[in-house]
């Protein structure tokens, strides 16, 4: 069956470093999504990508934040400079083609910032 | 008031029971509603996925739509201690690039 990958499955870093997050969404699907779960809260959007470009964003997604698909499979968040409160799992989720809603999700990403 | 509330539990039953869960929403635009089940430190699996008002059942997990009340349900029936996990609410505008709106989750026990 079809999944979602992401990479890597847990990353510590040190406040005011660089992160990317991998994702490699399901093969055939047009609509990309990063959402962000901090522990024990609920899961919250953070942007959505289509045609190489972003379709809409959260006020979370701030200018710390960007996402590329830089070739025809990965599909990257990079935090420019992580603060203590990016802590949290990320999450990467992908949708096909046509008007329906379910959206598939990737097994996370943990972000440790210390 | 929030878009989308979800009672968060955690709800504890024993093996066998019937289980009910629950969303409320206030956005009358929603159209697709959508569960999930999230294991521990895992990424949130799709169960069920519905259009607009109704029922669907798929195996021993049924979905309901009321979208007059505003109004979700879940039902297991027959839980099983693999059913224990958090379950997710979540709804969208439409298809498309459109984000998905999570509930905060209910937390689910299901004792043998």
């Known amino acids: 069956e079809p999944e979602v990958t992401q990479t890597p499955s847990h990353q510590v870093t040190q406040m005011g470093q660089e992160v990317i997050l991998r994702c490699v969404p399901i093969s055939n699907h047009l609509y990309f999504y990063w959402y962000r779960q901090i522990l024990g809260q609920k899961v919250e959007f953070l942007v959505s990508f289509y045609n190489n470009e972003i379709s809409e964003k959260s006020e979370i997604f701030d200018d710390q934040f960007s996402v590329e698909r830089p070739d025809g499979s990965n599909f990257t968040l990079k935090i420019r400079s992580t603060k203590l409160e990016d802590s949290a799992m990320y999450f990467c989720a992908s949708r096909g083609q046509g008007n329906t809603g379910e959206l598939f999700f990737g097994e996370g990403s943990r972000l440790t910032v210390l | 008031q929030k878009e989308v509330e979800q009672d968060p539990g955690p709800l504890s039953v024993p093996e066998g029971a019937i289980v009910s869960l629950n969303c409320t929403y206030s956005n009358s635009a929603f159209q697709y509603f959508m569960w999930y089940r999230q294991y521990s430190r895992k990424g949130p699996e799709l169960l069920m996925y519905t259009y607009s008002s109704g029922n669907k059942e798929d195996g021993r997990f049924t979905a309901q739509v009321d979208k007059s009340s505003k109004y979700i349900s879940l039902f297991i029936r027959d839980s099983q201690p693999s059913d224990s996990a958090t379950y997710l609410c979540?709804?969208?505008?439409?298809?498309?690039?459109?984000?998905?709106?999570f509930g905060t989750g209910t937390k689910l026990q299901v004792i043998p």
């Open positions: 979540a709804m969208t505008l439409s298809g498309g690039y459109q984000k998905v709106t």
